[in-house]
């Protein structure tokens, strides 16, 4: 199938062919014709499946014909869990209407209400937003949804994990009832499904492929580790790898990611921390420098990197596990874009192992445990006591210089990664192909 046959208007065409596109992905050739034709719709589909594009350019379809009201408020409005992925679809929707004269504008905490005000005063026609802010543009009374003709739902399963979704019933509540909804959503069992049935009235259900198929570019493994020092020493070995390019490096906490990222860039590494707690306008500075290529390691955690789409990430690791099963599939997705191979390492603990299984469950994909000599685990599973808290005892001792101080690495909480100036990512030497190589110092101590 080809995008000419999708009835789209020449003026998208041109554009996606600007943008190198030659066929439709099989979410956009299966939404497409159904969104097109004025059905609701639920689609489960992945981030990495082109599911902006198979919403986006049946949207800006719409605004081809125009709207008889003379009112100026938007015609479509997309809501999205992140700020991230607002700027991304925002982006796509003006990639694809370039050569239309469709405005598009995104709305999102952390940016000054007056740029809003003002954004919001003009003419538009497809509006972004993230539902807290949104709503409160809507409780000052500064949007006029009298033309809005079709909803978005993008990602509605993270925001109903992020607790968005009883400001998205009030914004659904606000909106002409004389609408097309669209609901994206990685799955529709459970409460999320439930909301589906309410919002979406007839919806014509879409399913793409299971993630693993769509992760068959990306190499993934995993390494057991014993301990945090251990953890480091791999993350020492892996980032000064020639191979390794681009890297995201996922912790679980944003202090974690602040400290991490701080500590990769006293050791010589172009790092930076992206995290809830930054600035819009910082988030996006950290962004802009990973797709120039001014940072190479980008330590981030799952709701700030959602959605990022930079070709040059060779590889992505996951330094904590993620919480969700499904976030490991977010993850990784930022790694094998636009067609390259990207490469996906995992850390666990041994008691971290039910996690995995989940993990493997969801994608259907078995994730490999590797080795690298000299980093070897020194425990062995089966030599951890059932229920019996470990973390004391250290194999040969050939990790010296570790204290631990009790078990809170088996719980999966980093213990203290606070003594900073003790910390692993000791040495500033650089070798001879410009990447930084550590000198980690003796005596750490993560107690
Ligand atoms: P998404 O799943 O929407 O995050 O899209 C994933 C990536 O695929 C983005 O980089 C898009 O620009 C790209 N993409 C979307 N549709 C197509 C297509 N039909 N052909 C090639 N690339 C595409």
Redesign the pocket.
């Known amino acids: 199938m080809s ?1 000419e046959n999708l009835d789209l208007h020449p003026a998208i065409l041109h554009a ?1 062919q600007e ?7 099989p979410i ?1 050739a299966q939404a497409i014709p159904e969104i097109m034709a004025g059905h609701d719709l639920m689609a489960s ?10 919403f986006t350019l049946p949207a800006i379809n719409l605004l081809v014909t125009p709207h008889p009201a003379r009112s100026r408020g938007p015609r479509i409005l997309v809501l999205v869990p992140t700020r991230e992925l607002a700027q ?1 679809v925002n982006e ?1 929707a003006r990639k694809y209407g370039k050569f239309m004269r469709s405005r598009a504008v995104s709305i999102v905490g952390g940016m000054p209400y007056p740029v809003q005000n003002k954004l919001l005063s003009q003419p538009l026609d497809i509006l972004v937003a993230t539902p807290g802010r949104l709503l409160d543009h809507m409780e000052r009374g500064r949007i006029d949804f009298s033309r809005l003709q079709m909803l978005v739902l993008d990602e509605a399963d993270r925001m109903l994990d992020m607790g968005f979704m009883p400001d998205v019933e009030r914004i659904c509540a606000a909106l002409p009832s004389e609408r097309q909804t669209l609901m994206f959503s990685a799955t529709f069992d459970g409460v999320i499904g439930k909301i589906a049935l309410q919002l979406l009235k007839k919806p014509k259900s879409i399913h793409v492929a299971a993630p693993q198929t769509k992760h068959e570019n990306i190499e993934q493994r995993l390494h057991f580790v014993d301990d945090l020092n251990h953890k480091n020493k791999l993350l020492e070995h892996l980032l000064i790898a020639p191979e390794v390019k681009q890297t995201i490096v996922f912790t679980s906490t944003k202090r974690h990611a602040e400290l991490l990222s701080e500590d990769l860039i006293a050791a010589g590494h172009r790092a930076a921390a992206l995290h809830g707690d930054m600035t819009q306008g910082a988030r996006n500075r950290t962004l802009t420098k990973l797709r120039h290529g001014n940072v190479n390691v980008l330590v981030a955690t799952d709701v700030a990197a959602r ?1 990022i ?1 930079v070709a040059g990430i060779s590889h992505v690791i996951n330094y904590d596990l993620p919480k969700f099963a499904e976030d490991y599939v977010h993850r990784i997705g930022r790694t094998g ?2 067609g390259r191979k990207g490469t996906a390492i995992s850390f666990a603990a041994h008691n971290e192992r039910f996690a995995l299984r989940k993990i493997e469950q969801f994608t259907g994909h078995r994730i490999e445990a590797a080795v690298i000599p000299g980093l070897e685990p020194q425990r062995k599973p089966q030599a951890a006591k059932p229920g019996a808290k470990h973390g004391h005892k250290h194999g040969s001792g050939k990790f010296t210089g570790n204290k631990f101080g009790g078990n809170k690495f088996d719980d999966n909480k980093k213990s203290g990664f606070k003594p900073r100036q003790n910390q692993s990512y000791g040495g500033q030497k650089r070798r001879d192909d410009g990447k930084p190589s550590f000198k980690p110092r003796g005596n750490r101590n993560f107690a």
């Open positions: 995008f996606l943008a190198g596109y030659t066929e439709p992905t956009q589909a992945q981030t990495g499946t082109g599911k902006t594009a198979a991304q796509a959605g789409d874009r636009a």
